[in-house]
């Protein structure tokens, strides 16, 4: 009798910590130790690292800088408006936003094995989330927690393979 593993499910994640509890609670979950440990990995990685000093650069890696570059691309189909009229930010940014909510999973899906192609779905918020909230304008100190977030599930995606 073969024994064939469950495919893993994905859904669009929501917002769990809305009060102190449950920041309590992020603090003390798996998720935060797994969040910590890739940010001290990361530290462990550069130091002593000059920033000009040549790296290899893995496919996975270069699949990311590919999808950075080209919504980053898209900065030119959405030139600032209405300076005069807002005091923080550029209201293009909300178009710029839209444009890659709009494109975000395929993104994400094209980056990702074939077997774990539906965790774009998952991975979308986070990646959208990394570069702020658009109905504020506001790219606040979150952002970076987000990316951060965003890449350890895609860490994890490649790992389920």
């Known amino acids: ?5 469950a495919a893993p499910s994905f859904t669009k994640p929501t917002r769990q910590i809305l009060s102190p509890v449950n920041v309590s609670a992020w603090l003390h979950s798996e998720a ?5 440990k890739m940010l001290m990995d990361l530290n462990e990685c550069v130091k002593r690292k000059s920033t000009t000093e040549q790296c290899t650069v893995s496919p996975a890696v270069q699949s990311v ?7 980053g691309s ?11 009229e807002q005091r923080f930010g550029n209201k293009a940014f909300r178009d710029w936003h839209a444009k890659v909510t709009q494109e975000a999973e395929s ?7 074939d077997t774990q192609k539906a965790a ?4 979308a918020a986070y990646f959208l989330d990394s570069f702020g909230n658009a109905t504020r304008i506001d790219y606040g100190s979150g952002s970076p927690i987000y990316s951060q977030i965003s890449s350890i599930s895609n860490e994890k995606s490649h790992q389920a393979l």
Do not use: H, R
């Open 1 to 5: 009798m073969s024994s064939t593993a």
């Open 32 to 36: 935060y130790t797994i969040y910590t």
């Open 65 to 71: 800088i590919g999808v950075l570059d080209k919504i």
């Open 74 to 84: 898209y900065i030119a189909d959405f030139p600032p408006k209405d300076l005069d």
């Open 107 to 113: 993104l994400l899906a094209g980056m990702l094995p």
């Open 120 to 123: 774009a779905v998952e991975l």
